[in-house]
């Protein structure tokens, strides 16, 4: 049965998409999405997840609510993130096929049926592809530069023109949602699973409201926690690079016990003995510094708390 001729029970399609800083665009989001939407199926729901949203996006959401039974709302009891936003809206859908965008209409609805029609091809998951993103430069290159380090440290390849725009089959969704840890990110946890999945080039829009909440410390934050939740390598290259910093040290001391013994030259005083203290020292800061923050996510791990609270739904 197509997703056309189903038009009651379980939603054919569900969209799920983060509420922040974007309250403006949202009657419009909803207004797109039904438009597009209702050419590929009527039966299908709208699930806005408002973050703590500092602009009163849960009042706005309330009343989309109320004039559309097909919207849902989830109002966060305060900032989860992203991903946590993401992983409450996917807990609370119930479509046969889910699509997660942002709600800045940077990810336009009309692509969704692009997505949806390569989906149809066989394969469980489809990600779009900005293949010309309609962000500021600086933040483009920052995305290059940490796909490729986090490429190397987990041995993978990736796309950064991928993002979190995609459909995901059923089965995807609940796979992902079996997973537990609390240092999420949606595209690289589907990738690991290993479902059938492709992209496609999608048309990306700049954001016409409001800046982006990923700032640079955020945008560091966030990747310094995919590194290490995905990877374990920088534990390995600290290791390797120690017992070289200790190799060549040897080579350095047998140098000079050589030099000073077949030619009489003294060993240099305590400047370079300083240097070399301080030199050592600030490796073995930095080391503990990796070392502590995989025991700092291992501890957030085994505290148990949930991953989201929703204070209430629509």
């Not at 049926?113 to 483009?140: I, M, S, T, W």
Request: proline share 4%.
């Amino acid at each position: 049965m197509s997703g056309s001729e189903k038009c009651h029970g379980k939603p054919h399609l569900s969209i799920v998409s983060p509420v922040y800083g974007c309250v403006d665009v949202l009657p419009e989001l909803c207004e797109q999405l039904n438009v597009h939407l209702s050419r590929i199926t009527k039966n299908y729901e709208i699930i806005l997840v408002n973050d703590a949203s500092p602009d009163g996006a849960w009042e706005t959401i309330q009343s989309l609510a109320k004039g559309d039974p097909r919207i849902k709302g989830l109002d966060l009891s305060r900032n989860f993130g992203q991903q946590a936003a993401i992983t409450a809206g996917l807990s609370e859908s119930t479509g046969e096929w889910v699509v997660v965008m942002d709600c800045d209409l940077q990810d336009q609805p009309q692509e969704i049926a692009k997505l949806y029609a390569r989906a149809n091809e066989g394969y469980e998951v489809v990600f779009g592809r900005r293949y010309q993103r309609r962000d500021k430069p600086l933040k483009v290159a920052l995305s290059r530069v940490y796909r490729r380090i986090f490429d190397y440290l987990t041995d993978s390849t990736s796309d950064p023109a991928v993002a979190n725009f995609g459909i995901y089959r059923r089965n995807v969704i609940d796979a992902y949602l079996t997973m537990g840890e609390r240092n999420r990110a949606l595209q690289l946890f589907i990738r690991w699973l290993g479902f059938r999945n492709t992209s496609i080039d999608i048309e990306h829009a700049a954001r016409s409201t409001g800046q982006s909440s990923y700032r640079f410390a955020k945008l560091f934050r966030m990747a310094l926690t995919n590194i290490v939740s995905q990877s374990n390598k920088p534990l390995k290259i600290s290791i390797a690079f120690g017992f070289f910093m200790s190799l060549c040290s040897l080579i350095y001391a047998i140098y000079l016990v050589i030099r000073y013994l077949l030619w009489g030259v003294p060993v240099a005083g305590w400047t370079s003995v300083i240097v070399s203290i301080y030199f050592v020292g600030g490796l073995l800061f930095a080391n503990l510094g990796i070392l502590g923050v995989y025991i700092g996510k291992v501890f957030d791990e085994t505290k148990g708390r949930p991953l989201y609270v929703i204070r209430e739904r629509t």
